[in-house]
């Protein structure tokens, strides 16, 4: 093997060092007894059992967890909906919709987030969970669309015509034949919707009302009042969950665009 | 061919792409139409307060110079995270792309990607950890550097930029390797028997075919981080005060929402620019 070659190894191993060292640690730390992070490590589970007995976090926890799946939902079935629009019909303006798509996801979330507050002020919502799931769906059906129109580019269009020369109706056709090819793209847009809502911390930080904080602004306002191995016990937990929904995604969505 | 629906199937697409439009409509656009409004205004027309067009808060941005500087420090700060991601996430991408094959390249590359689909917050907390004073990563220097390390980094801009690195260093990693995944190998082994050297194929082919990914991932590096506030916050202290902090501030501490919308669409404005200037690039490197 050349140098080279090691080299590249190397260089791949220390990133992913980079990358998971810190993560690592902080998971390691919430099993120390020591609420300074001090050293020598003593294991122990006094901060999951603080954790279960903190009705803060489980009631913010429970909150994260319904805004996401609502979220998904809504977000998966608009999303797909518009995705199928855009796969069959051929209109005037269709570039200038696919192009709309991409403002939720480019323009920082703190001038989106601030400018969802203004605006839900102005017509008279203001903040609190309905505003939060408002925010997180438009920020969630750009992905679904994108996710959900790259598996309709695999999709042979004859057997649409095929159905309908056979006497399906628009309906049947959808419901029989276009969506079960589609399946895995909708789950994988599906799961990326709740991913993108469940770890959602700026949009939710300017819409949720103090005292009905979803988990990430929890923790936020947590960190900032200083350090606390609940939060961090939390964040342990919350890091896992969302790295084994992405594992999951994984199987119906390849990233590399190969597979 | 454009624009030859029938009437029922106008109809029918219609109905399908009404509802997602309709709520990007309200939630995106409409509230970014609104802010720009109100940006305008001397006081939040829902309070007691009498209410005017002014353009005072564009005039603050530019009469004291405070907003200017700390736009310019975001910006200095996306450059500095967009160029270390680029170093150190290209040759990873490389790597991947190229010298690793089968399945393994496929598990290390959504081993990469993997940190980014996780909750953004959480690492950039667990950096706080790693960093602190007297904290994991001083006493493991400790263990093999003698004498007692004081690194001193929590707390401090190097911080910042170590925590916002980890955010997006998987962004580029990500566009750079679709792009160099799509360079054919026979391009490269014809390249080499021609004689051409390992540098000259890098500079010569691979880099040129693979810019654009590499530019559209500098791009959604450099968006988010020049907008960037929870970072600062966390991992800055009292160096932590960028222009995006200045923005939350006006928001949920001074309660100044017009000058706080003035100063996001001032960020708007500049991020927008970008994306207009950069738009062939990222249309070719996402495709």
Redesign the interface.
Known sequence: MSGLRIAGYAWLALVLVFLYAPIFVMAAMSFNASPFYQLPFEASFRWYEDLAANTAIRAAATRSVLIALAAMTIATVLGTAAALALFRYDFRGKRVLQVLLFPPIAIPWLITGTAMLIFFFAIGLGRGTPAVLIGHVALALPYVIVVVNARLASFDRTLEEAARALGAGPWTVTRRVTLPWIAPGVVAGALFAFAVSFDQFVVSYFLAKPGDATLPVLIYTAIRKGFTPEINAVSTLIIGASMALMLVVARFFSFGGHR | ?????NAG??R??AG??A???L??T???????S??LF?SFLTA???GNEPVAATLANYFAFFETGTYGRLLWKSVKLGLWVTGLCIL??Y??A???AK??RGRAR?A????????F???????I??????L?G???LE?ALDLVWPGDVRLGLMFTPAAVVIGLV?SY??YV??TS??AL?AIDDDIIAAARSLGAG?LTILRRLVLPLSLSGLLAGAV?IF??V?????EP??LGGRFGTYY?TV??DQ??AVFN?PL??AL??I??AV?LLI?ALSSPILRKGLQ
Not at chain 2, 125 to 130: D, E, H, K, L
Not at chain 2, 226 to 230: D, E, P
């Open positions: 061919m454009a624009g030859t629906l199937e106008g029918r697409a399908l792409l509802p997602a439009y709520w990007l309200l939630a995106v656009f409409m509230p970014l609104a802010m109100f939040p027309p829902f150190i996430g040759p990873c490389l790597v991947l010298q690793i496929e290390l590359f959504l081993l990469v990607i993997l940190p689909w996780s909750n953004s917050l959480v690492r907390f667990s950096w706080a950890i790693v602190r007297n904290g994991v006493r980890h260093l998987p990693i990500l390797y679709l995944q390992r959604l968006v988010p020049v907008g960037s506030f929870m916050r966390i995006g923005v939350e928001f949920v929402w706080g919308a996001s669409f960020l708007l991020v994306l």
